[in-house]
């Protein structure tokens, strides 16, 4: 019964930092998941692929004003949760907030609630920074990440709100990078044509490192919110904690949009999928 109970409890601890991004996730579902004791050791570390450049949103893609997604997270037969993500357009920058919450035999098991915020400049995809506060069970952490490009750093400010410590820690960026939560919302902009890889860098975890988008294929995709005609994108990279730590996938929809509406992640317990459920532009 043990080893029963605690398989919703390992899926819904990594499901929980999908809307955030610790800095591991192949962009989005592996960030805990990869610091814990379900993945295995990573292989040696390969030459990390001189960083890129970020290239800006092109000019003829719009954002929406307003939009909110909300996905189920389900794992085999378990539905574990739901995410949300928000997303707020305010001058040139595109605020984004993101909430992970267990729901079910989970959340009895191992209340989740967490928050997470991040955004990017519009006409640059710089980031903005990112902020999670996340409760899991007994853990309370609030965390802080600030971008200062003129200066080539980014800081980062957490606090233990169980264990009242905190840590500071300080590493040095190029002149624009994306985060782990921004990251899905800026490949949208990005032109996708089967067998193109887009590379851009990412922060992860006090790091910076070179993320490539894969467009594999053009699929068919059936989520509660409907069918969709899509393009199918592996996120990959070359060195660093989402290097050899599962397989994930985003579905992006096949029109100017590049709406996302399915996430999957392969890893070696099992596969994990977040399913579009609406989609409200209000």
Not at 170 to 186: G, H, R
Request: glycine letters at 8%; charged letters at 20%; aromatic letters at 10%.
């Amino acid at each position: 019964m043990k080893a029963v109970r605690m398989a919703p409890l390992r899926v819904w601890r990594c499901l929980s930092r999908v809307a955030a991004g610790c800095g591991v996730c192949t962009i989005f579902v592996l960030p805990f998941c990869a610091s814990g004791q379900f993945l295995s050791k990573p292989a040696a570390a390969a030459p990390q692929r001189p960083i890129p450049v970020l290239q800006p949103p092109p000019g003829g893609f719009q954002y929406p004003q307003h939009e909110t997604l909300t996905f189920s997270v389900d794992w085999r037969v378990f539905t574990a949760g739901v995410a949300v993500f928000h997303l707020d357009q305010s001058g040139d920058a595109m605020k984004i907030t993101a909430t992970a919450d267990s729901i079910g035999a989970v959340n009895m098991l191992f209340p989740v609630v967490d928050r997470f915020e991040s955004g990017f400049d519009l006409k640059t995809g710089c980031s903005t920074g990112f902020n999670k506060q996340i409760q899991e069970g007994r853990r309370k952490i609030a965390s802080e990440l600030v971008f200062d490009y003129a200066h080539g750093t980014q800081t980062q400010n957490e606090r233990n709100l169980v264990k009242g410590t905190a840590t500071h820690k300080e590493a040095s960026i190029p002149a624009c990078v994306t985060d782990s939560l921004s990251a899905m919302f800026y490949t949208q902009s990005q032109p996708m044509a089967v067998g193109q890889t887009v590379y851009f860098p990412l922060a992860d975890s006090m790091r910076t490192v070179t993320v490539g988008m894969k467009v594999e294929d053009h699929e068919e995709i059936k989520t509660p919110a409907g069918t969709f005609q899509t393009i199918k994108v592996q996120a990959t990279a070359d060195e660093g904690i989402v290097k050899n730590r599962g397989s994930i996938w985003i579905w992006y929809t096949d029109d100017a949009r590049h709406l996302p509406v399915q996430i999957q992640a392969r890893l070696f317990w099992g596969t994990i999928t977040f399913h579009l459920q609406s989609v409200d532009f209000k």
